[in-house]
């Protein structure tokens, strides 16, 4: 069992290598003045909040601007916690590891810390007994409220010694408990990638690329949004590709259908793509065939990762807002009779250069 609290998370402004060889605390202003924002521009964006008006275009630059300076945002307060301050219980399959797996914990970490609460948390690696104890042993040390989350969103049951807690989950539901649940709305999220798309004068040739397994909940609803968006606006998915969601098997995949004459028979003008991974392997199948994105070829994507800024060109794609799915469970747990539902945060489309105006 991993355990980290609040202080594990960082407790400075942040610290980057500023100049060769020297060690300087970056602040917000640093992070600000190189995006050339307002402290409140840049504040709001690294938030996560979405009460103020701010382009797509500046979010981008804060976001560049703060990981170009390894900037790390304080979650914990400057007046130090209490000794024996109340604890939250964050228990999960495989969170100690990946970008979109810390930011839900920094989610925690931050929403805990703005009421008095110091996370402890367990990663289960999808044991279930190692679930159980880790469960068991946060109870030992006098942890009743719990959020239970998953990388992967599933319908998922509960184990059974978490029923009885105070308990929020996410990115699962247990059909079985009636606790409340934050998931991603994959389902409106699929509706604005393929708007985005028709918005931009593709009215032939798009394409969803990536298979939707029967447990695959997220993808199941993706691909409801798509076929949805598209026929709102009088259109439909010319074909999919039921590949994985890898770069090589998706590259795989379409040099297949490039070589067997796809290009001349069906004239794709846009890819959707299941997530990043599976939209670089589309980058990668168009170039080996000689055709360019955007210009031949546009495409758009779910997750919004790094890969996506790292791309050329940078990947139009969905973000899943894993810092507020962990701020808004632990709001919620720590919410007087908060109403046992499924919640459904947005996933906002973050805009670059991978899709063409035709």
Not at 22 to 31: A, E, H
Not at 56 to 80: G, H, K, M, N, S
Not at 282 to 306: M, T
Request: aromatic share 6%; with cysteine; hydrophobic share 45%.
């Amino acid at each position: 069992m991993h355990v980290l609290t609040n202080h594990a998370i960082g407790s400075e402004d942040g610290q980057a290598d500023m100049t060769p060889g020297k060690r300087t605390r970056v602040t917000l202003r640093d992070v600000a003045e190189w995006a050339g924002v307002s402290t409140t521009t840049a504040s709001f964006v690294l938030s996560g909040r979405r009460d103020m008006r701010i382009s797509a275009e500046t979010e981008e630059r804060v976001f560049q601007a703060a990981r170009t300076l390894d900037y790390r945002r304080r979650l914990v307060p400057r007046t130090p916690l209490p000794p024996g301050a109340p604890a939250i219980g964050v228990i999960s399959d495989v969170v100690a590891g990946g970008h979109f797996a810390g930011e839900m914990l920094r989610g925690c970490v931050a929403a805990a810390a703005d009421h008095g609460h110091v996370v402890l948390m367990a990663d289960s690696e999808d044991m279930d007994a190692l679930e159980s104890s880790a469960v068991r042993a946060l109870l030992g040390q006098g942890v009743h409220k719990f959020v239970y989350a998953t990388m992967a969103t599933v319908v998922h049951t509960v184990p059974q010694v978490l029923r009885g807690q105070r308990l929020v989950t996410v990115n699962n539901v247990d059909p079985t408990l009636g606790v409340p649940a934050i998931i991603p709305d994959d389902t409106r999220a699929g509706e604005d990638a393929a708007r985005a798309l028709a918005e931009a004068g593709h009215t032939t040739g798009i394409w969803l690329v990536g298979q939707v397994l029967p447990r695959a909940v997220a993808a199941g609803r993706r691909l409801t949004g798509v076929k949805a968006g598209l026929r709102a606006a009088g259109l439909r998915l010319a074909g999919h590709v039921r590949c994985g969601w890898w770069p090589d098997e998706t590259r795989r995949a379409l040099s297949g259908l490039f070589s067997a004459g796809w290009w001349e028979r069906d004239r794709p003008t846009a890819v959707i793509a299941m997530n990043d991974r599976a939209a670089m392997g589309v980058y990668q199948a168009a170039a080996e065939a000689g055709h360019h994105v955007p210009g031949d070829l546009s495409v758009i994507s779910f997750d919004n990762s790094d890969l996506a800024r790292w791309l050329h060109p940078a990947l139009s794609s969905m973000d899943l807002p894993y810092f507020d799915l962990g701020r808004r469970a632990v709001e919620l747990l720590l919410t007087e009779r908060a109403e046992p539902r499924v919640h459904k945060l947005p996933m906002e489309l973050r805009a670059r250069a991978s899709v063409a105006h035709r």
